[in-house]
Each structure stands twice: as C-alpha cells, then as structure tokens.
C-alpha cells in the first residue's frame, strides 16, 4: 500500500491536469492503484476540484464562484449567471 503521501502526491497530478478541463486526466500511476487506494485518491481530488454547474468543465474550487444557492461556476458561467439574475428583476 502506498502511503498517503504518496497518494497525495499522485491527488494533486491529477488535480493540476484536469485543471481548466472538460475531461478528468487520470494518470497511469492512478490506474495501477488498487482499489482502495484509488478510493483514496478520489476523495482528496474530489474535495479539491468539481465541475462548473453551467459549462461541465473541471476547475479547482478556488478558481470557481460559489452561487448563493450553492452551485458552483467557473468565473464566465458566473458573470453569465449574475447578468440573466440582473436581466430578470
């Protein structure tokens, strides 16, 4: 078993890469886990990075705008989502 350093490790490559992406970018150092550690994995990049509850694309919560209804957008789709609010009151 890896340690968690190690899985931590082989988190943030995946986190970096998927970064700004459509697609998650599994590594192949991600698929020779084992299923518990890849369980591991997917909780650490899960807590990290999420998807733009407008276009789908992967960013990491820090570069996303939480909504007030708790959604999550990436800075675009939330510009997008305050202009249709705007247009509608």
Not at 4 to 19: H, P, V
Not at 37 to 58: L, R
């Amino acid at each position: 078993m890896k340690t968690r350093e190690e899985l931590r490790t082989i988190a943030d490559e995946i986190i970096g890469y998927s970064d700004g992406s459509f697609h998650m970018e599994y590594s192949d150092e991600y698929d020779a886990l084992t299923p518990e550690e890849q369980a591991v994995v997917d909780d650490i990049v899960n807590t990290e990075i999420g998807n733009c509850e407008a276009c789908g694309w992967h960013w990491t919560y820090d570069n996303m705008e939480q909504h007030s209804d708790g959604a999550h957008y990436c800075w675009e789709c939330y510009r997008d989502v305050l202009a249709e609010e705007e247009d509608e009151e």
